[in-house]
Each structure stands twice: as C-alpha cells, then as structure tokens.
C-alpha cells in the first residue's frame, strides 16, 4: 500500500501538481496505510494534500468490513461533492480504489467539474471494466495480480509441506500505472 501511494504520488509530481488530495476510506488499514504515505511524501516535496474526511454517522460496532466501508461511502455524496468544489483547479486527487475513483468521476460530472482539466483523479486496481466505463475513462494504478498469485500459491505450498513454519510477509509492488483519460493533463495554472 505505500508503494501504492509512492506511484500515485509520482504520477501526479510528474504532471507538475502543487494541489493534492485524498478521499478513501477510514478505518481501513490498506486505505488509512495509502493516505498517510502519500500525505507524507506532499508534506516532504512541500505540497498541499487535503483529504475528504466524512462526519461520522455514528460508531462502528465491529471492525469495518471493506465492502461495507465502500458501500457506506456511497452514503456521503452530498458532503464528498462540496469537498470536491472546495479544492482548488488542478488539484490530483488519488482515490483509494477504482469504486472511489467512479464516484468522484460521477460527482464531478453531476456538478459541472471538468476532469481532467478542473480536477484528476486516478484510481487502485484498474479494475477495466470500471475504470473504461467511466466518463471519462479513470487512470488507475495496477497490482500484479499474477506475482500476488504466484507468491500467494508458494507460500501455501510452503505451509502445507512445513506446516510449523510461517513464511515471511511479502510486499509486491504494483505493476505500474494505466494512464486513462482522467489524468492525462499537465497542471498548469495559467489559462
């Protein structure tokens, strides 16, 4: 997850923005671990980074599950849209998974904010069928679900042939970034 960010971050520098934002999911680990990463490399290049930060409904009884933390998302629009009015133009939004990113895009779109050119927005995934269907089409950072799979096979193996040895934690680095239409922009604040 903060490889996740380290590219995000990356991504948006490379496009020349000095406004950055986050809008996930709090409570979840994977979601808490990519903002507090990709807030702390802004904070390091001396960059804004906002983050879209929910009133609480109320508290939760369990540890939130995440489709009930992405559906629950769904709940906010109302506030998550005055957010999204509220950044300044040209400002990348990095959302934590390609369902976040779909909901900004919608928002976006329903309160006549122009993306790429007003704001950006890329995605955790590249889930294609989300991310094409999107208007306009979501960036989106891609896993490598094939390495997570092989890594995932081995340690099993490992488990069953030496049941009384856990293996190590593995970290694998996303495969790289699908650039789509909705962060194809230079942010340059000169009309």
């Not at 995000?8 to 680990?29: I, Q, T």
């Not at 939760?60 to 559906?71: D, F, V």
């Not at 950006?120 to 891609?142: A, F, K, M």
Request: glycine letters at 6%.
């Amino acid at each position: 997850d903060e490889q996740v960010a380290e590219l995000a971050f990356e991504h948006f520098a490379d496009r020349g923005f000095r406004n950055l934002a986050f809008c996930g999911y709090s409570g979840a680990k994977w979601s808490d671990t990519r903002h507090r990463r990709f807030a702390a490399l802004a904070r390091e290049a001396g960059i804004n980074c906002d983050e879209f930060v929910p009133r609480r409904r109320r508290a939760p009884s369990r540890k939130p599950q995440t489709l009930a933390l992405e559906m629950s998302g769904l709940i906010h629009d109302q506030e998550l849209a005055a957010w999204l009015q509220r950044l300044p133009r040209t400002t990348g939004v990095f959302a934590a998974n390609d369902l976040r990113g779909r909901q900004l895009l919608g928002l976006c779109s329903d309160h006549n904010l122009i993306v790429p050119d007003h704001l950006s927005v890329l995605g955790v995934d590249n889930d294609e069928l989300l991310c094409e269907l999107t208007d306009p089409p979501l960036s989106s950072i891609e896993p490598d679900c094939e390495r997570i799979g092989l890594s995932a096979a081995a340690a099993l193996d490992s488990m069953m042939t030496r049941p009384r040895r856990r293996p190590a934690d593995q970290f694998i680095a996303p495969a790289g970034i699908a650039t789509r239409k909705s962060t194809d922009v230079l942010a340059i604040n000169e009309p």
